[in-house]
């Protein structure tokens, strides 16, 4: 029995797949669980597995093109089956009529007897071998680049007039048109990453009151902290980043004010019990927010290798669904771009994001004294309508206390 092959809903927030590369041609035998082809969702790349066996008969989309979820991209069937019933019109003969080969699509018409001139032609040669023509006629001759040993003469003796200058003009082939000057841009196709992007952050910024907290920390002992786990765990292959400690500082704050690590429904405000940190990683043509799961429960070392797997698979386009999905707090950091400070938009359904700037050396006032520290600034973005203004600057404030006593997040 005949299979349909449909676009499927390979993210749980996909809409619509692009079609990147078949890995079965027509013809070819395929056994359910074979994989069909590769499919660009709106966070990575995924394979497409057959969902029965026979011959893969036909493929309705092609590599490049885009189907929404649920569409028919290919049919499997025996194969001598008739599938002419799940082939989309258009595609129920594979022979439609061609043109036929060798008919000439325009042909030249024949000079009309009596035309005073027509190139190529000769003519107009008085005795000598010296072309006849009047001074008027050389000059246009001249002007529009005609050969005058191209132009029959129609004047007294065949000499070349005017008329015969403006027939052979008239016979001459049109000058082929200019190319088109190129825009002055450049137009990037839209992939399936960023339309989530846009889409999702357009409902973001639409419906959810933002409002942003901004604070400064000295991050001198979570510098120290780092390069002491790097240095006592050098063999077990530590690369503790300020990123891992402050991704640690983040849970644990986040255990003490389960305010903010909450989303927003038209029935309750709904705080969640596990702390599941979404860590934004820039990607080739976008955004993607792998998630740390259950924050609050890992050490730093922990945290380190989690992220950078999770960073690398993002990159590649490898993540599998349940680690890009569920997260209850978003972290964005590009202090390694060297942005300062910055408001991120918050990722829907979340409540709060942290956008995190780079550990800049800064002269401060310490005890009356000048001195410089190492100093980040951290800003966070609410949704009004679960965090007010005092609950975000406690957070930030516990947030600070743990990065400036690192201690503190230990416990």
């Not at 690369?239 to 309750?268: C, F, Q, Y």
């Amino acid at each position: 029995m005949a299979t349909k092959v449909h676009m499927e809903a390979l993210s749980p927030t996909m809409e619509e797949g692009r079609l990147l590369k078949w890995l079965k041609q027509e013809g070819d035998p395929v056994q359910e669980g074979d994989v069909l082809a590769e499919v660009e969702t709106d966070k990575a790349t995924m394979e497409l597995v057959a969902r029965g066996s026979g011959v893969l008969r036909a493929r309705l989309l092609e590599e490049g093109q885009t189907a929404p979820v649920g569409a028919v991209i290919a049919v499997i069937a025996a194969p001598d089956e008739d599938i002419s019933a799940l082939l989309p019109e258009g595609a129920r003969s594979a022979a439609a009529a061609a043109t036929a080969p060798g008919e000439a699509s325009a042909r030249a018409l024949p000079a009309a007897e009596g035309a005073p001139a027509t190139p190529g032609a000769s003519g107009g040669e008085a005795p000598d071998g010296r072309l006849k023509a009047s001074p008027l006629a050389r000059r246009l001759a001249a002007e529009a680049g005609v050969e005058l040993a191209a132009v029959r003469g129609s004047g007294p003796g065949g000499r070349i007039v005017k008329r015969d200058i403006e027939a052979a003009l008239r016979a001459a082939p049109a000058a082929a048109p200019s190319a088109a000057a190129p825009p002055p841009y450049e137009e990037v196709p839209l992939s399936q990453m960023r339309k989530t992007i846009a889409r999702r952050l357009t409902q973001s910024l639409g419906p959810v009151p933002h409002f942003f907290l901004t604070v400064e920390v000295d991050m001198g002992r979570a510098l120290a902290l780092k390069d002491e786990l790097n240095r006592r765990f050098a063999d077990e292959g530590a690369r503790v980043s300020v990123n891992d400690v402050l991704l640690k500082a983040v849970a644990s704050a986040l255990r003490r004010h389960p305010e903010i690590n909450a989303s927003w429904t038209e029935t309750g405000i709904r705080r969640y019990r596990a702390v599941h940190l979404g860590v934004a990683v820039a990607v080739e043509d976008g955004l993607l927010t792998p998630v740390l799961r259950d924050a609050d429960r890992k050490g730093i070392l922990d945290i380190s290798r989690e992220v950078r797997e999770l960073a690398a698979r993002a990159r590649e386009r490898k993540l599998a669904p349940e680690e890009y999905t569920g997260s209850t707090f978003s972290v964005s950091n590009l202090g390694m771009f060297g942005i300062e400070e910055f408001t991120a938009v918050i990722n829907p359904p979340e409540a709060a994001i942290l956008a995190v700037g780079q550990v800049m050396e800064k002269p401060v006032a310490v005890d009356g004294q000048v001195v410089v520290r190492p100093r980040m600034r951290l800003t966070l973005s609410c949704d009004h309508r679960v965090i007010d203004g005092a609950t975000g600057a406690r957070f930030l404030a516990t947030l600070k206390a743990m990065l400036e006593e690192p201690l503190g997040m230990l416990a």
